[in-house]
Structures are given as structure tokens and as C-alpha cells.
């Protein structure tokens, strides 16, 4: 019953290919995150969604292009990776916008070779 | 978000209080201090948030000045498994951009 589930886990993938990361929420929040922790460990939002409308956008590479099919779900594409898109990525849900306690999903750690 | 200011790393004996320091001076009136940690590998996880006064709950106590420019997280009887990275956020309020702005944050190393 976990509340937030990110698949896969780890993600191996060479350089060009297009990959997908899923993340599920159900805890009936309405606003979900992506975030990026880099190598050096800094936690940056890249997307926010609020009942399956954007309402963050990062200045992240349109080569990322998350999908909410409905409120509970929050996938990330990525088109043509690079080596420096490998990273842990995190899922989020909050039970609204603007919310302080944000529930975290347990990450995506993604290797571009 | 008003910028936090916290020590980079500090060290606790198992068993013994963490106290865990934060600036935020330029924090405005009507925003809130929270805290969460980051233990090695997971996801953040939120702890506990504050306003005006002192907080407790089953993870911690957070103390905020009066004046509001500084607080502190208390973790009463430190764990291994406290082992993270505690990061401090102020924002909030009606100057919430509905983000959680993520500094360096303070790695505790609790020692048995």
C-alpha cells in the first residue's frame, strides 16, 4: 500500500533512446511533481500538476514531456536522452496546490551510457 | 521563498538530542518554516512545519524565535536511522509558488 510508487526503480538506457517513468499516487492528492536530484545531490521541481493540469513548467529541455491521464497519475517521457539527463527522479503528490506536506515516492534512478 | 541558511553537516551520539539550526531572516510574515530529510536512497520525507509558534509531533519538536529570523529542529533521541540530510524550507503563505525549493541542506551523522 505504498503511497506514492515510481517504476521502474533504476532505469539503464544508452544515449538517443526515448524512455518512460511512471508514478502513481493513493492518497487521493490532487497536485503531483516531478523532481530531479542531480549528481551533486541538489532536489530541483522540473513539472507540477494540479486534476491533471500543468501549472509548473521548469525551464526543462521539451525534450521531457509529462502526462497526467488523471489526478492520480503523473508519467515523465523522455525523447533522445542524454548523459546528462541521468539523475534520480522523484514523484510527489500534495493534497492541493500549494500544500506544505508533500508525500515523496521512493525514486527513479536513471543511467544514460 | 526566503532564502535558508543551514550548517552543512553536524554529528550526534545515538541516543542523544539532535538540535538542528536554520536561518531564515528575510522569512515574511506570513510564511512557514517546514522541514523535511532525506535519508540515503529514499525520497524526502516531510517531518514538521511551524508558523508562529513552537511544534511537536511524533517526529520531532521545531522551535522558531520569536522573531521568527531563526529555528530549530529537535530530534529528541537521535537514531541511526535518523542518518539524512535535513533540509530547511521557508515559503509558504500567500507568496506560495506552490514549490519546494530545496537547498543544501544539513547531513546529520548520528554515532552510536
Known amino acids: 500500500d505504498t503511497a506514492v510508487s515510481q517504476t521502474p526503480k533504476y532505469l539503464v538506457t544508452q544515449m538517443g533512446n526515448d524512455k518512460s517513468i511512471k508514478c502513481e499516487q493513493n492518497?487521493?492528492?490532487?497536485?503531483m511533481y516531478w523532481y530531479k536530484q542531480d549528481s551533486k545531490k541538489f532536489l530541483k521541481i522540473m513539472f507540477s500538476?494540479?486534476?491533471?493540469?500543468?501549472?509548473i513548467n521548469e525551464t526543462v529541455p521539451n525534450r521531457f514531456s509529462p502526462k497526467s491521464p488523471d489526478k492520480a497519475h503523473l508519467n515523465l517521457h523522455i525523447n533522445s536522452l542524454e548523459l546528462g539527463d541521468s539523475a534520480v527522479y522523484f514523484c510527489?503528490?500534495?493534497?492541493?496546490?500549494?500544500?506544505?506536506?508533500?508525500?515523496f515516492g521512493s525514486g527513479t534512478r536513471l543511467t544514460v551510457v | 521563498d526566503a532564502k535558508t541558511t543551514q550548517p552543512p553537516s553536524m554529528d550526534c551520539a545515538e541516543g542523544r538530542a539532535a538540535n538542528l539550526p536554520c536561518n531564515h531572516s528575510?522569512?515574511?510574515?506570513?510564511?512557514?518554516v517546514y522541514w523535511y530529510r532525506q535519508i540515503h536512497s529514499q525520497g524526502p520525507q516531510y517531518i514538521i512545519h511551524?508558523?508562529?509558534n513552537n511544534e511537536t509531533n511524533e517526529m520531532a519538536s521545531l522551535i522558531i524565535t520569536e522573531d521568527r529570523k531563526s529555528s530549530t529542529l529537535i530530534l529528541p533521541h537521535a537514531t541511526l536511522r535518523d542518518t539524512a540530510v535535513y533540509y530547511c524550507?521557508?515559503?509558504?503563505?500567500?507568496?506560495?509558488?506552490?514549490?519546494?525549493?530545496f537547498g543544501q541542506g544539513t547531513t546529520l551523522q548520528v554515532k552510536p
Open positions: 510527489a503528490s500534495s493534497p492541493r496546490d500549494r500544500s506544505i506536506q508533500w508525500t
Open positions: 528575510t522569512i515574511s510574515g506570513n510564511e512557514y
Open positions: 492518497l487521493g492528492h490532487d497536485t
Open positions: 524550507i521557508a515559503g509558504g503563505g500567500s507568496s506560495n509558488t506552490g514549490k519546494l525549493i
Open positions: 500538476y494540479n486534476n491533471k493540469e500543468l501549472i
Open positions: 511551524g508558523l508562529k
